[in-house]
Nanobody, 124 residues
Framework: QVQLVESGGGLVQAGGSLRLSCAAS????????MGWFRQAPGKEREFVAA????????YYADSVKGRFTISRDNTKNTVYLNLNSLKPEDTAVYYC?????????????????WGQGTQVTVSS
């Protein structure tokens, strides 16, 4: 079992930055592919970014490529999402997810464990 706790969300003006953290419990973190997803009001949950268990491979949604950066520190059992050049359309609840396999995926169905989410609100 893996428990995930996100933090770092908040209210920021357009063009600003935030850093989200996701702390994971359990000894299997270093074997787990990790992902960030988000869900805006009235919309379906969508993929944001993913990272392999070693951190050597990363993937991004086109809408955030060049603005967001995913990284991880396996010594701290933590995955991060740096959000830069934020736009009002980035407003959403951001969720961290983990999967048993080390290879990340953009498909939320392949993630077995989810955090409770952290709210990011970008004002114009």
């Amino acid at each position: 079992q893996v428990q995930l706790v996100e933090s770092g969300g908040g209210l920021v003006q357009a063009g600003g930055s935030l850093r989200l953290s996701c702390a994971a419990s359990g000894r299997t973190f270093s074997n787990s592919g990790m992902g960030w997803f988000r869900q805006a009001p009235g919309k379906e949950r969508e993929f944001v970014a993913a990272i392999s268990n070693s951190g050597s491979s990363t993937y991004y949604a086109d809408s955030v490529k060049g603005r967001f950066t995913i990284s991880r520190d396996n010594t701290k059992n933590t995955v991060y999402l740096n959000l830069n050049s934020l736009k009002p359309e980035d407003t959403a609840v951001y969720y961290c997810a983990a999967r048993r396999g080390g290879i990340p995926t953009m498909n939320s169905l392949f993630y077995e464990f989810w955090g409770q989410g952290t709210q990011v609100t970008v004002s114009s």
